[in-house]
């Protein structure tokens, strides 16, 4: 369940403290505020961001992190509301049985109200707030010398501020999971991998909602501390609600090598089954998924990096529609300094284009932004 790099990172302040406060200031422009096809409105932002963080182990057996971000935007020209508030809050238990023998559970809960990232084909006028909230578990514990046995969940919870949009789209998402690894060198490890997926929607969910089985395997390297691998295929079962089934192979492709203290380079690609934006007319998304991810340490204070993310798609038309073609493109470039522990100053400008047979739901999208984060 690997997360995808979109836009280029930035490196953060290192403190070596449990808790961690920092407050966060940039102003940006932002070409394509509700990411429409054509016309689309373009403003001003400027931002202040505040957050807290604490992580320490609690007992021996038990480690505790949790955190919570305030994000305040001002547009300088935007319809409607000008002042808008997100929040991002996180907790994260994890309990040691033994040494080897861990339960790990991970709470992150995202209102949003302006997104990094907007859905394709969705009319100018709805507001695209959304409420997150994901939980995983996983729980780890050795069957023999070679051997570890792991049991996975997740569930993420989707609901829009927008009513036509929530109506469409509101769902929550279901994995469970076991998976079970074998070293056959201690740098080397054998994979296999069963998980059960559903996916519910909150409206007309009799047209919409399907469960999948997935089968895979695959191996984890890792060399060094400098180099690591991991890779999943398999195929996809998947039964849809008043719709024809279907099966997929599934595959995701993950490595990153860290070349010097703070510089690293990440790669992968993926191909599976996704929900889509548009479910009157599709039941989901073939995704193929390409992304490299680049951290270079130019001088002891100063970064760059840069970002590239290739997104090729068939929409699966509902009985009677015809699938679509498209292609997304995210690419994200920084450049930051670090005068001390506490300072974080950085410029960045992000790259959103998407392609599609359907012109409406075509996308420009250009953000340019300075900011500074002090942390204590």
Same mark, same amino acid.
């Given at each position: 369940?690997? %997360? !995808? ?43 202040? /961001? #505040? ?16 955190? +919570?971000? %305030?994000? %305040? ?14 929040? &991002? ?15 790990? =559970? ?24 959304? %409420? ?5 578990? $996983? ?9 570890? *046995? ?28 076991? *998976? ?6 201690? &740098? ?6 069963? @998980? ?14 399907? =469960? ?8 984890? +390297?890792?060399? /060094? $501390? ?21 099966? *997929? ?24 089954? &996704?929900?889509?934006?548009?479910? /009157? @007319? ?21 970064? *760059? ?6 997104? #090729? /798609?068939?929409?699966?038309?509902? @009985? ?22 506490? !300072?974080? =100053? ?31």
């Amino acid at each position: 369940m690997p %997360l !995808w790099a979109i836009y280029a990172p930035i490196p953060e302040s290192e403190l070596s403290k449990d808790l961690i406060l920092s407050a966060k200031t940039s102003v940006a422009h932002d070409s394509n505020l509700f990411g429409a096809a054509s016309a689309g409105v373009g403003s001003v932002i400027f931002s202040v /961001a #505040p957050r807290i963080t604490y992580s320490g182990s609690v007992t021996d057996q038990l480690f505790l992190a949790t955190s +919570y971000g %305030l994000t %305040l935007d001002k547009f300088a020209t935007r319809p409607g509301e000008k002042l808008l508030s997100s929040h &991002e809050a996180m907790m994260r238990l994890a309990y040691g049985f033994s040494k080897s023998t861990v339960l790990d =559970v991970t709470e992150m809960v995202m209102a949003s109200r302006n997104p990094e990232s907007l859905l394709a084909g969705v009319p100018l006028s709805p507001d695209q707030s959304f %409420l997150r909230n994901q939980i995983d578990g $996983r729980f780890d514990t050795p069957v023999s010398g070679k051997v570890l *046995a792991t049991l996975k969940a997740r569930s993420i919870y989707f609901e829009y501020k927008n009513g036509a949009l929530g109506r469409s789209i509101d769902r929550v998402e279901n994995i469970l999971g076991v *998976a079970g690894e074998y070293a056959i060198l201690p &740098e080397f490890k054998a994979v296999g991998e069963y @998980r059960h997926q559903e996916v519910y929607y909150r409206k007309e969910g009799e047209t919409k909602n399907k =469960v999948s089985e997935l089968l895979m395997g695959g191996f984890e +390297y890792a060399l /060094a $501390r400098k180099f690591s691998l991991s890779t999943r295929l398999g195929i996809e079962f998947r039964k849809r609600s008043a719709e024809r089934s279907a099966t *997929a192979p599934f595959a995701e492709l993950a490595g990153k090598y860290d070349y010097t203290e703070k510089s690293f380079l990440t790669a992968g690609l993926g191909y599976n089954l &996704e929900e889509t934006s548009d479910t /009157a @007319r599709f039941t989901d998304t073939q995704s193929k998924k390409v992304f490299v991810a680049l951290q270079h340490s130019m001088t002891a204070l100063i970064s *760059a990096s840069v970002s590239v993310s290739y997104e #090729p /798609a068939v929409l699966q038309g509902r @009985r009677g529609v015809k699938s679509l073609n498209e292609q997304a493109l995210r690419a994200g470039s920084a450049l930051s300094y670090l005068p001390s522990k506490n !300072w974080t =100053v950085s410029g960045s400008l992000d790259f959103d284009r998407s392609r599609s047979d359907d012109p409406t739901r075509n996308m420009d999208r250009r953000r340019l932004g300075l900011s500074g984060n002090y942390s204590f």
